[in-house]
């Protein structure tokens, strides 16, 4: 008797994922997301909010190497600064956003 495979992400969040990840649907959700970042800044630059994020993120993509497919892709020694380099963007993003929604509060108070 074989021991049962246990995949991670789970097979139906593969396909789920595969199926959201289409170019007609990415395409729309990162421009939505895209939106909701300027819309929604002075919420998700808050320092819990980002790092709730941010372990989220982790926990996606560096546990998307439990599969084969993913880890042969991602752990080639040409592909891991792109890994490194999406990171720095996230900070970098997250840090000039920050810095607008602290710059924008200081100047909603010196109006008052």
Not at 45 to 61: D, E, N, Q, R, S
């Amino acid at each position: 008797m074989q021991p049962a495979l246990v995949h991670f992400p789970a097979r139906s969040l593969r396909t789920r994922s595969n199926y959201f990840t289409q170019p007609y649907f990415f395409i729309s959700l990162a421009c939505l997301v895209f939106a909701l970042m300027f819309v929604l800044y002075k919420w998700w630059t808050k320092p819990p909010v980002a790092l709730g994020l941010f372990i989220l993120f982790c926990v996606f993509y560096f546990g998307s190497i439990a599969d084969p497919d993913f880890r042969s892709i991602v752990a080639k020694p040409d592909n891991v600064p792109i890994t490194i380099m999406v990171v720095s963007v996230m900070l970098c993003i997250w840090i000039a956003f920050r810095r607008a929604a602290i710059n924008d509060t200081r100047v909603a108070a010196a109006c008052r």
